[in-house]
């Protein structure tokens, strides 16, 4: 390559040519992937390989020595009816949150769309949810739900006269807390991305369905549900996939209790493994939780996330 | 000019069906989302008897600091401040200088093609409870365990996928013309990226870190097993108010006002890139 540091009367920027430099210059694209790639490698590819060897030994903090022990852990786990009734729990309260705010954030969605006066405060507030850390959201939802002294328990009591409902550790209503919870967090999430493909339905195809005298029903029903299909897909899919992980509101709102009959599976694997030390049952059960989640991933996230739906 | 006048879309009615139904949803949505809000503000400057009264006091009479104050320093709370601001820091600098050059690797050369792209994004899904106990034995073995070094390498990783889609997107749908035009005049191939395409990226670039710092100050899971009693952030301090009694509710509340107020600002700042935020770029917002 020649070296000229003039173009045309131009003065170049002289270009150091080193060994190095040529050798960094072809292998460019590979030296920028490296620094994160080797990191994401070092922090979890090797801890998920390490925890095959520990899901297939004893490791234990109260029984010594790591002996082979097969399948043992996996049937410890599967056979816990505590883990069982875990993942029951972790996929009623997902799929209740993740319905009931798209739905909430749909209504929301379509009630701001158009301009009208106050609209960028409300977006404002509309928002704030999603940057609360989870934890501080469990612990302001139990100040306000807790009896006697919170303030929800007594208005229902003025409203419906005076009940015996403990809001946190009663049947039903700890899961209806905890959904309510999730719900005032991630409502907003739902809504900032359903609002954003409402905005991008062309205007075109509303005037062309009102001119040919579509009702209102017919029109969402099939020019705006359609049109906005694959941003209900991507903020359905995001969401569930982040609620099935479910811990922060759960440990701080009920602990899991009363007894075990809040654990979410996250919550059960924290336990086994963080207070009841069975490491090799606990990182058992997380490999099954993580191949149960990879096959959702597969199916949801690779069909969702091709370039032409940027 | 226009040859035909377009309909109006809808009609402004003053008070339709319509405008009525959606105010009254949005009111209710509004009270519903402030509500414990205004409850926590308040109950950080209750005075400590009046968190035993039935009914509630709505509005305390002799506001007072004293929770802030407990909070801060009996509870811990600034120590755990202090580690959150260096953590999440460093952490957000470390991601997103590495998650753009990787996310400029994709975008320009298609590096690896997608499967290595989605091989990063999937880490994004990765249930943490599948990965924290190897972490937690490596660490325990490597001594980083409850040090803030330690915290801000597991940060770091978490968010990559996020630092680096989100920067994906944005170099995609930059036009690389100057970049080559740069190489044309001599520039090396970092030349390029460093002074030509980065500053053109700048702001994708502070939406980028403004998710990732709130993704680190948030953060809870994590922080929770791998801290103990040096380097806990701010979030970990409220499994201390577990089956709190009354006489604490004060300080809660304290602590999660000084949590909540930062990445509220932040967030605000960022409004504008919330929707490819929160969808790492497959959106574009």
Redesign the interface.
Same mark, same amino acid.
């Given at each position: 390559m020649a070296r000229t540091d003039t173009v045309d009367g131009f003065v170049l920027p002289r270009r150091r040519v080193g060994a190095w430099s040529i050798w960094a210059d072809r292998h460019f694209r590979w030296l920028l992937v490296a620094p994160a790639a080797v990191l994401i490698l070092a922090l979890t590819i090797y801890p998920l390989v390490y925890s095959v060897w520990v899901a297939f030994v004893n490791f234990d903090f109260q029984i010594p020595g790591h002996a082979f022990v097969g399948l043992q852990n996996f049937e410890h786990v599967v056979e816990d009816p505590i883990a069982r009734r875990s993942l029951l729990t972790t996929a009623i309260l997902s799929v209740s949150s993740v319905v009931l705010e798209f739905l909430l954030g749909l209504g929301l969605a379509m009630s701001m769309t158009g301009t009208f006066r106050g609209r960028g405060v409300i977006m404002l507030i509309l928002i704030v949810p999603l940057f609360v850390s989870p934890v501080v959201v469990g612990q302001i939802w139990s100040l306000i739900l807790q009896r006697p002294y919170g303030p929800f328990d007594y208005l229902v009591t003025q409203l419906f006269g005076p009940t015996e409902i403990s809001w946190l550790t009663g049947n039903p209503w700890k899961y209806i807390s905890l959904i309510v919870a999730d719900i005032w967090q991630w409502t907003p999430f739902m809504f900032v991305i359903l609002l954003a493909g409402l905005t991008s339905v062309s205007p075109e195809l509303y005037e062309a369905a009102e001119l040919d005298g579509v009702s209102r029903w017919q029109t969402f029903w099939n020019i705006t549900l359609p049109q906005i299909t694959p941003l209900i897909l991507i903020a359905v899919t995001f969401r569930f996939l982040d609620a099935i992980k479910l811990f922060d509101i759960i440990f701080i709102m009920t602990g899991g209790g009363p007894g075990t009959s809040t654990y979410t599976t996250s919550f059960y694997l924290y336990q086994t493994g963080f207070q009841n030390f069975h490491l090799g049952q606990a990182t058992a059960g997380s490999w099954l939780f993580l191949i149960l989640t990879a096959v959702l991933i597969m199916f949801l996230v690779r069909r969702l996330l091709r370039p032409e739906t940027a | 000019m226009r040859a035909v006048r377009?309909?109006r879309?809808?009609r402004q009615g003053a008070l339709s069906f319509d405008n009525l139904?959606?105010i009254v949803?949005?009111g209710l949505?509004?009270a519903?989302?402030?509500?414990?809000?205004y $409850?926590?503000v308040i109950?950080s400057i209750k005075p400590i008897d009046d968190?035993?009264?039935?009914?509630?006091v $709505?509005f305390p009479e002799q506001p007072t600091l004293i929770h802030y104050r407990v909070a801060m320093f009996t509870y811990r709370g600034l120590d755990g401040l202090i580690n959150s601001v260096v953590v999440s820091t460093a952490a957000t600098v470390l991601s997103v200088l590495? /998650?753009t050059?990787?996310g400029?690797?994709?975008a320009?050369?298609n590096? /690896?093609g997608q499967h290595?792209s989605?091989w990063?994004?999937?880490?994004r899904?990765?249930? +943490?409870?599948?990965?924290v106990? +190897?972490?937690f034995? #490596?660490y325990r073995y490597l001594g980083l365990n409850d040090t803030r070094f330690g915290l801000v390498?597991?940060y770091?990783?978490m968010t #990559?996928p996020l630092s680096?889609w989100m920067m994906f997107?944005y170099f995609?749908q930059m036009p690389a013309e100057l970049e080559e035009a740069a190489l044309v005049? /001599?520039?090396?191939?970092?030349?390029a990226?460093w002074r030509v395409a980065l500053p053109l990226a700048l702001p994708g670039v502070v939406a980028a870190a403004v998710f990732t710092f709130?993704f680190c100050?948030?953060?809870?899971?994590f922080a929770?097993?791998l801290t103990s009693r040096h380097a806990f952030t701010?979030?970990t301090i409220?499994?201390g108010?577990?089956?709190f009694q009354?006489s604490s509710?004060g300080e809660?509340?304290a602590l999660?006002i000084v949590?909540?107020v930062p990445?509220?600002i932040?967030?605000?700042l960022v409004?504008r890139h #919330?929707?490819r935020g929160?969808?790492l /770029?497959?959106?574009?917002?």
């Amino acid at each position: 390559m020649a070296r000229t540091d003039t173009v045309d009367g131009f003065v170049l920027p002289r270009r150091r040519v080193g060994a190095w430099s040529i050798w960094a210059d072809r292998h460019f694209r590979w030296l920028l992937v490296a620094p994160a790639a080797v990191l994401i490698l070092a922090l979890t590819i090797y801890p998920l390989v390490y925890s095959v060897w520990v899901a297939f030994v004893n490791f234990d903090f109260q029984i010594p020595g790591h002996a082979f022990v097969g399948l043992q852990n996996f049937e410890h786990v599967v056979e816990d009816p505590i883990a069982r009734r875990s993942l029951l729990t972790t996929a009623i309260l997902s799929v209740s949150s993740v319905v009931l705010e798209f739905l909430l954030g749909l209504g929301l969605a379509m009630s701001m769309t158009g301009t009208f006066r106050g609209r960028g405060v409300i977006m404002l507030i509309l928002i704030v949810p999603l940057f609360v850390s989870p934890v501080v959201v469990g612990q302001i939802w139990s100040l306000i739900l807790q009896r006697p002294y919170g303030p929800f328990d007594y208005l229902v009591t003025q409203l419906f006269g005076p009940t015996e409902i403990s809001w946190l550790t009663g049947n039903p209503w700890k899961y209806i807390s905890l959904i309510v919870a999730d719900i005032w967090q991630w409502t907003p999430f739902m809504f900032v991305i359903l609002l954003a493909g409402l905005t991008s339905v062309s205007p075109e195809l509303y005037e062309a369905a009102e001119l040919d005298g579509v009702s209102r029903w017919q029109t969402f029903w099939n020019i705006t549900l359609p049109q906005i299909t694959p941003l209900i897909l991507i903020a359905v899919t995001f969401r569930f996939l982040d609620a099935i992980k479910l811990f922060d509101i759960i440990f701080i709102m009920t602990g899991g209790g009363p007894g075990t009959s809040t654990y979410t599976t996250s919550f059960y694997l924290y336990q086994t493994g963080f207070q009841n030390f069975h490491l090799g049952q606990a990182t058992a059960g997380s490999w099954l939780f993580l191949i149960l989640t990879a096959v959702l991933i597969m199916f949801l996230v690779r069909r969702l996330l091709r370039p032409e739906t940027a | 000019m226009r040859a035909v006048r377009r309909p109006r879309a809808r009609r402004q009615g003053a008070l339709s069906f319509d405008n009525l139904v959606r105010i009254v949803y949005l009111g209710l949505f509004l009270a519903f989302l402030l509500a414990p809000f205004y $409850w926590t503000v308040i109950t950080s400057i209750k005075p400590i008897d009046d968190f035993m009264n039935i009914p509630p006091v $709505w509005f305390p009479e002799q506001p007072t600091l004293i929770h802030y104050r407990v909070a801060m320093f009996t509870y811990r709370g600034l120590d755990g401040l202090i580690n959150s601001v260096v953590v999440s820091t460093a952490a957000t600098v470390l991601s997103v200088l590495l /998650g753009t050059l990787m996310g400029y690797s994709f975008a320009r050369f298609n590096t /690896g093609g997608q499967h290595l792209s989605f091989w990063v994004l999937s880490q994004r899904f990765l249930p +943490p409870v599948a990965v924290v106990l +190897p972490v937690f034995l #490596l660490y325990r073995y490597l001594g980083l365990n409850d040090t803030r070094f330690g915290l801000v390498l597991v940060y770091t990783v978490m968010t #990559l996928p996020l630092s680096a889609w989100m920067m994906f997107a944005y170099f995609r749908q930059m036009p690389a013309e100057l970049e080559e035009a740069a190489l044309v005049d /001599g520039y090396s191939r970092w030349g390029a990226l460093w002074r030509v395409a980065l500053p053109l990226a700048l702001p994708g670039v502070v939406a980028a870190a403004v998710f990732t710092f709130i993704f680190c100050w948030t953060e809870f899971f994590f922080a929770l097993i791998l801290t103990s009693r040096h380097a806990f952030t701010l979030p970990t301090i409220f499994r201390g108010f577990l089956g709190f009694q009354a006489s604490s509710y004060g300080e809660a509340s304290a602590l999660a006002i000084v949590s909540l107020v930062p990445s509220i600002i932040l967030g605000m700042l960022v409004q504008r890139h #919330l929707v490819r935020g929160l969808t790492l /770029g497959a959106v574009r917002g």
